[in-house]
């Protein structure tokens, strides 16, 4: 009955064209007792859209990073769906459905619940492209691919084997195309096909073994990395939203020190990304933008870890925060007041990106929030501290005022009063006002102070500047 739909379907939608059978090779079935799928780990809501594709007649499958995760016995972030159902086959059959993207035309199905609305990627099988033809740049980039095709070559495009794994929720079994399974047993990351052919189609995939390698701890197979050193160039002439994108994922993968370490050792820094590059250069300028930088990252990696949510504004912030320190500095140095000097290293400091990677603009503002605060926790007199308090993004820069005491940039004394101050009563907070006037007035302890009190007078820089 469901190959009778299938002929139909094939028959009626001119969209479908098959290329090159030699991929729809049969896949090995595992059972439930090799998978060990927990199916309390499942999307409730991606199990109902698979019983929805498969009564209608088509077939269905959760897939791709969703089953590596469940594998490893990991909940899933967001869950995928593939089906031999056209996109607009799909969107009939469910009220909340959008037709997404160009590129890659997808449904996405948006589900309502308590919590988030929760929304399923379903995507139709895809065939192969030929190396030839319109859809292919000369440097071996796909343009194009809205061609369908079978199940079997569907995962043939697909980056890892164990990214290529099809799981019906509804037999509890799981299709395995390429091996994922045994890779999984061995951890080895390994490229479908020809490595160095399938990272001149998408450039992109590097950085996804990365960020998959540190994610997963497992090991990349010799020949998929060996192509990398060579063709980490490639990655210049991905357009910069979506290297945007993948760095996005990267930094907020839970991992991203790791990951860092990862593109370090696979030598994929070189002017590729500004925002990365004091972290991967080793410079003297490095030295300390390193620990800064290495908190910010160890933290924002702790707070994805225990489910906590981390704004890419924030982590932006932290990483150009050395940057915009030099700046700031210099400035002051020319004779700028400490408030437009700031202001000036602001533009400077995100100007300077944009040669790279652009931070989109909403980012850019909770950055600029963030980092125009900072002067202003270290005026702790009168209606000052309320004001800050009331600030919208007060949170965030005060969690980045913390990772600037935790390294010693300004003094750990800073982030205690604050820490008092917020959680104070009125009386407590009269009194904590009141010391801090004292130690403004009198000759403070702070290492920051001390050090400036070695300078010239002339060069000393406002309350709150950099030292
Ligand atoms: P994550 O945990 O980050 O969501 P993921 O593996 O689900 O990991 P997605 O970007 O959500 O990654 O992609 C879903 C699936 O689509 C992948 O598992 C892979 O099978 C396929 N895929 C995604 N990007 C590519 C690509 N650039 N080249 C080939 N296949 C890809
Ligand atoms: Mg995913």
Redesign the pocket.
Known sequence: MITKFIKRILRRDPMIKHTHGNHSGAPKRIPKKSHRIDPHLLSKNAVKVTQTLQQAGYEAFI????V??LVLGIS???F?VATNATPDQVQRLFRKARLIGRRFQIVHVTFFGKGHPEIIEVSTFRALLDNAGDHVAESGRILRDNVWGSQGEDAA???FTI??MYYDPATETVLDYHGGMADMQKKTLRMIGDPAKRYRE?P??ML?AI??AAKTGFSLDADTRAPIAKLGKLLQDVPSARLFDEIL?LLM?GYSWAAIQGLRNAGLHHGLLPLLDHILEDSAHSQGANAFVKLALANTDQRIQSGKSVSAGFLFATLLWPDLLQNWKANLAKGMANIPALQDAMDDTIATQSSGMTIQRRFESDMREIWSMQPRFERRVGRYPYRLIESPRFRAGYDFMLLRCATGEVSPSLGEWWTNFIAGDPTTQEELMASAKNEAGSSASSPVKRRRRRKPKSALPPEGAPS
């Open positions: 897939v791709g990073g969703a590596r995760d899933p972030k967001d995928d495009r697909r980056d990214n290529a998408d992109v995939r996804r960020r998959f994922k993968s």
